[in-house]
């Protein structure tokens, strides 16, 4: 093996890259993470959370894998049974990683009771172990002949990565080898099946976890064959294996969603399911750092600066569609639709980490901390039980957190990461202290073999004070680095004289002998300020966020005069900042005066026309649903009140946005009907029902697609209902044109039995229109309905409607007699 080799200017085959060269290619500073057992923290902001977490999550979380049939699986498997599997097939790992959190609470805050229940189940897991090693409840349980056949879909390796975790730090927690011992005989057993020997067989992860977690289980163990395991997974990838396993020709073969379209060293950008992803990357930092693998590390180099400057949410969360939970192209970054798992900031956080430590670059901890303050902690509730999967950046106020999921990844991922946050938060070298996030408290550490203790004094991150003061009773010699915030334009500071600082990678650096009571304290000034998107990113085309240091607001409807459809944010807005201690667990409220305009515009044949007169007048507190349109047209200001995004969706369900626009948005009817003049009456609305939804001329794609505001008679099922338009004056008619809304799938809309247009004559009766098309009950088009010409002041569409379903109507145009 040349050093050539190495760093990468040849292209290596998997067997030639070194398992741990003696001596480093790589550069310094190649940290480690002062281990979260060492990290004590008194943060106001963490503090409570973490209780939470730990008081409440961890072991609503049990309770619920318990409930849901994770554990019963396991006695299945053990008592040889092949009937009464429940869940999804990767059932396994949410129970490790429920396990692998309540570990880093022993280590923590022990208590006999959760040592004695991990025990509990770590037995039952222990007895569904095959002797040769093998475990995976679905597999023993449901298709024992199925082992290891199809690695794409299967989640067998996943779910043992997940294992290896949970063990190792429950070995970390108890220095008991039981649970170890498990996840020895599993990885004995994997490895004895995958590998680059003679005898053994090619193959790797669909869903990568896996190469991290054997990465660990090598430290733990030092077993160099689980090293040399985890490198055999990655290298690998890209070598488009699941078109063999699943006899997929190569010519018709997609590869993008388990990242495996092209050579892992060659990829050039963040691809396919987002979780994947990012753990992928994660297992690549980790094994080019231990093999020194140059190239592949160079790829993860390449693939991040993809990720963060294309790719990533302004809440550092990642994967906007949820097709395919994941990436689709550079710069789209759709707000309400925005899948943003909180899976997937949770490997953000992982991968970020692990940059920081190789390289000692601020930006990865800048990074790390956008998505910590925003796309993370919004995963769960201020209780701690109920929890996001999806997190949207805008939503019309139907998008909630659940107790659980069926398919509960997400859960035990907060919560497990939330028990070992203080890992998070500094990191030595060989003469270096790196504080890489700002959380009261204090750690412990060595350096150079002699003690270092630092006590952390900040009400980060509501205030960008932070004093640092050492406390251990020798002098120490080192260089001190203290990460200066990417979003920090004004920065103040004191140091013991002498010491003066140095800029180094985004940190500043203090190189002297440090003893008890220096003190080092920074003022990172916190102002509010509005934040632009890329102009590649359209959806946020003209629009601005609000951000205060590291957190990011929103706006909840409830807390608003105006309707939040209607308000907009002229560049000059300002913000005083309040902190609130009553509210929402404690948090800064960022108050303003807003703008809002409610302006529906007519363009029925019409090209141009004069901007349409308005009131001008200040508008006193709305109801959320009706609003100013009922006293016409009109402008002005009005008050808001922005909230930490994390903190959306914890009390009333109300419409919420992180992005809003800085010009008001006329309300355009862009239709070729008259509906846009008309008054919209149905036989029932429901709080989520939007009666002028049906008359907006956002015109659909497709029946399934959801606007997000509708108008639909749900949730009456079966009988009739009716929707009406009436008009000031009399309008002429031949012709309607209806779409129908359906959400097969996903809910209980579905187009009606059959349905009657009526118009309403001069008596004020209700008549059937004399029509000579079908009534249709298609999706995915116009239905037109056309008929002999009426003239009248009111039409309406009577539905009879499917039992068990109700009705919804994207669109309903009244067109005019030429
Ligand atoms: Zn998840």
Redesign the pocket.
């Known amino acids: 093996m040349s050093l050539l080799c190495a760093i990468g200017t040849c292209v290596c085959s998997a067997a030639d890259i070194p398992e741990k060269a003696a001596s480093s290619v790589l550069p310094e500073p190649r940290l480690q993470a002062v281990p979260f057992t060492q990290v004590k923290i008194t943060s106001d902001f963490w503090g409570p959370k973490r209780d939470t977490n730990r008081l409440a999550s961890i072991s609503a979380n049990l309770d619920n894998l318990e409930k849901a049939g994770n554990i019963a699986n396991f006695k299945l498997a053990a008592q040889g049974k092949r009937e009464g599997y429940s869940g999804p097939l990767f059932m396994d790992s949410d129970l490790y990683k429920g396990l692998e959190a309540a570990a880093y609470t022993l280590a923590t805050d022990y208590t006999p009771e959760l040592d004695a229940e991990m025990d509990r189940i770590i037995q039952i897991i222990a007895s569904a172990q095959g002797a040769d090693g093998y475990l995976n409840t679905y597999f023993t349980v449901v298709e024992p002949d199925q082992r290891w056949k199809n690695l794409r879909d299967a989640h067998e390796l996943y779910c043992a990565g997940h294992l290896f975790e949970a063990a190792v730090a429950h070995y970390q927690a108890t220095n008991k080898k039981n649970f170890l011992n498990v996840a020895i005989k599993l990885a004995d057993c994997i490895d004895s099946v995958f590998g680059d020997e003679p005898g053994k067989r090619a193959g790797y992860a669909g869903h990568p976890e896996i190469e991290l977690a054997l990465i660990k289980l090598w430290k733990a163990t030092g077993n160099d064959r689980y090293l040399k395991l985890a490198r055999f997974f990655t290298v690998h990838r890209g070598e488009k294996f699941f078109a063999k396993e699943h006899n997929i020709p190569l010519d018709q073969y997609v590869g993008d969603y388990h990242q495996d379209k092209d050579s892992i060293y060659n990829t050039t950008s963040i691809m396919g399911h987002a ?1 994947r992803a990012a753990y992928l990357l994660s297992g690549c930092v980790d094994i080019g750092r231990e093999t020194q693998d140059e190239e592949l590390l160079r790829m993860v180099r390449r693939v991040w600066k993809n990720t963060v400057y294309k790719n990533l949410y302004i809440t550092g969360g990642i994967g906007p569609s949820a097709h395919n939970e994941g990436f689709t192209e550079d710069y789209d970054l759709p707000n309400a639709s925005a899948y943003q ?4 900031s ?1 490997a953000m956080i992982l991968l970020n980490h692990r940059l920081g430590l190789l390289y000692g670059d601020a930006k990865y901890a800048d990074v790390l901390e956008r998505t910590l303050y925003n796309g993370f902690i919004s995963g769960v509730n201020l209780e701690g039980n109920r929890f996001f ?1 999806v997190n949207p950046l805008e939503s019309s106020g139907s998008h909630h957190r659940s107790a659980w ?1 069926g ?4 859960p035990p ?1 907060v919560a497990r990461l939330m028990a070992s946050l203080g890992e998070y938060l500094y990191a030595t070298g060989e003469n270096s202290l790196y504080v890489n996030q700002f959380v009261q408290g204090s750690f412990k550490t060595e350096i150079k073999g002699k003690p270092v203790k630092m006590h952390v004094e900040t009400d980060y991150p509501w205030d960008g004070k932070v004093k640092f003061v050492m406390d251990m009773d020798d002098p120490v010699e080192f260089e001190l680095f203290v990460r200066i915030p990417s979003w920090a334009q004004n920065v103040s500071k004191t140091a013991p004289s002498g010491a003066n600082a140095q800029k180094v990678r985004g940190y500043e650096a203090y190189n002297r002998v440090w003893k008890k009571g220096d003190t080092v304290t920074y003022n990172f000034k916190m102002e509010p300020s509005l934040i632009l998107a890329h102009p590649n990113v359209k959806a946020d085309d003209g629009m601005v966020a609000i951000q205060r240091g590291s957190v990011v607001y929103c706006l909840e409807e409830m807390d608003q005069e105006s309707t939040l459809k209607d308000i907009y944010l002229p560049p000059e807005t300002k913000f005083t900042t309040k902190h609130d201690k009553k509210l929402l667990g404690g948090i800064t409220v960022l108050e303003g005066e807003a703008r809002y305009a409610n302006v529906p515009v007519l363009w029925l044949n019409q090209l141009y026309q004069p901007f349409p007169g308005t009131q001008h007048k200040k508008i006193t507190k709305l109801s959320s649903k009706e609003t100013v349109a009922k006293s016409g047209p009109a402008m002005g200001t009005a008050k808001i009140k922005a909230i930490p995004y994390y903190t959306w969706d914890n009390r009333e369900a109300s419409p919420m946005k992180v992005w809003l626009p800085m010009a008001p948005r006329l309300e355009a009817f862009a239709s070729e009907g008259m509906e846009g003049a008309a008054t919209v009456t149905l036989s029932f609305t429901s709080h989520n029902c939007y009666p002028n939804r049906i008359k907006d001329g956002q015109f659909p794609k497709k029946s399934n697609q959801h606007p997000g505001q509708l108008t639909h008679f749900w949730p009456h099922k079966g009988g009739e209902e009716w929707v009406s338009y009436t008009w000031n004056a009399p309008v002429e008619t031949t012709l309607t044109r209806v779409y129908w809304f359906d959400d097969t799938g996903v809910g209980e809309c579905r187009p009606p039995v059959s349905w009657l247009l009526e118009y309403q004559d001069d008596q004020g009766q209700w008549k059937a229109v004399d029509a000579s098309t079908p009534y249709s009950v298609e999706l995915d088009k116009w239905i037109e309905i056309t008929h002999k010409p009426v003239v009248t002041k009111a039409m309406r569409i009577k539905v009879k409607q499917q039992d068990k379903f109700a009705v919804g109507i994207h669109e309903w145009q009244v067109i005019p007699l030429d």
């Open positions: 979780v798992e909180t899976c997937a949770v999967y999921f398919c509960a990844c997400c991922n």
